[in-house]
C-alpha cells in the first residue's frame, strides 16, 4: 500500500458527462505520483459541518502533469457539493488509500476487465496501466459514460439493462452471448454483480479479483460500515472480517463472502 498524503488539491476542470454523473481532474503535489490502479481517495468536503470524507475511486492518473480524475455520481450532500465547484476553486484531499489490482500477476494474460455502474471509472486506468490482453465488459442501467475512453484500451462489449446499447442484461449476459473467454478477471461494481461474478470465476475456474468500493461510507478505517466477512481473521477486529476501505477495496473474490 502507497503512503498517503493529505493535500490541498486545486480543481483544474470539471464536466457533467452523464446523468448524475462528473469528471473532476484535480491538480495534486504528490498523490497522483503514489497512486495506482484501484486505489481511491478520500475528498473533504468545504462545509466545516461536514467532517467526515467522501472516498472516490480514481478513474485516472497522470504522474506527469501530477494529476487525479475522479468519475463520481452524485448520491448525497457530500457530492452534490462537489458537482457544484469549478476550476480554480480547492479541496482537502487524503491518498492514494486502498489496495489496488495486482497488475503484475495478469501480465502478459488474457483478462476481463469489468465495471458495472459507477465501479466502471476505476477500471480506465486499470486498463490502461495493464500489459495484457484486456477484454472490457462494462454494464450500465441505460446511458453511457467513459465509452470512447474505454474503447481505446481494448474490446469493448457494453451491456445495458433496457436494452438500449450491446447485449441486453447485464454484464454475464455481455461474457455469455459474446463467448468470452479469460485466465483472470478484474472487476469492480455492485455487490449482486461481484457475487455473480465470483460464483461465475469458480465454475470456470478463473482467477477473480473484486474490488468491493462501493461498500465504503468514508474511507477512513474508523466507521466499520464496510467491513465483510472473510476467510482469514482481521488483526484490527480479531473476528473473520475485513474493512473494504483499509484492506480493499481489492480482494481475491476467494477470500470474502458477497
Request: proline fraction near 3%; include cysteine; aromatic fraction near 6%.
Amino acid at each position: 500500500m502507497s503512503t498517503k498524503k493529505m493535500e490541498t488539491c486545486k480543481i483544474v476542470s470539471q464536466e457533467k458527462i452523464g446523468n448524475g454523473i462528473y469528471s473532476m481532474w484535480l491538480q495534486t503535489e504528490e498523490i497522483a505520483g503514489l497512486a495506482s490502479a484501484g486505489q481511491f481517495v478520500s475528498v473533504y468536503s468545504r462545509d466545516g459541518s461536514r467532517l467526515l470524507p467522501r472516498p472516490i475511486s480514481i478513474c485516472e492518473i497522470d504522474k506527469e502533469r501530477g494529476c487525479l480524475r475522479l468519475v463520481y455520481r452524485v448520491a448525497g450532500k457530500g457530492t452534490l457539493e462537489f458537482s457544484r465547484l469549478h476550476a480554480g476553486i480547492s479541496l482537502k484531499v487524503m491518498g492514494p488509500l486502498g489496495n489496488g489490482f495486482p497488475l503484475e500477476e495478469a501480465r502478459g494474460r488474457r483478462v476481463l476487465l469489468i465495471g458495472g455502474g459507477i465501479g466502471i471509472p476505476p477500471m480506465l486506468e486499470t486498463a490502461k496501466q495493464l500489459e495484457a490482453e484486456k477484454i472490457l465488459v462494462m454494464g450500465y442501467k441505460d446511458e453511457l459514460f467513459l465509452e470512447e475512453d474505454l474503447r481505446g484500451q481494448g474490446k469493448l462489449y457494453v451491456a445495458t439493462e433496457d436494452g438500449s446499447a450491446g447485449t441486453r442484461g447485464n454484464v454475464l449476459d455481455a461474457i455469455r452471448e459474446h463467448e468470452l473467454k479469460a485466465e483472470i478477471i478484474f472487476a469492480c461494481g455492485p455487490s449482486p454483480m461481484l457475487k455473480a461474478l465470483k460464483e461465475y470465476a469458480a465454475q470456470e475456474k478463473i482467477v477473480c479479483w473484486i474490488s468491493m468500493e462501493e461498500r465504503m461510507a468514508f474511507g477512513i478505517g474508523a466507521c466499520l460500515g464496510c467491513v465483510c466477512q472473510s476467510k482469514d481473521i482481521d488483526s484490527h477486529s480479531h473476528v473473520h472480517n475485513k474493512r473494504v476501505c483499509k484492506d480493499g477495496p481489492v480482494f481475491l473474490s476467494t477470500e470474502v463472502e458477497l
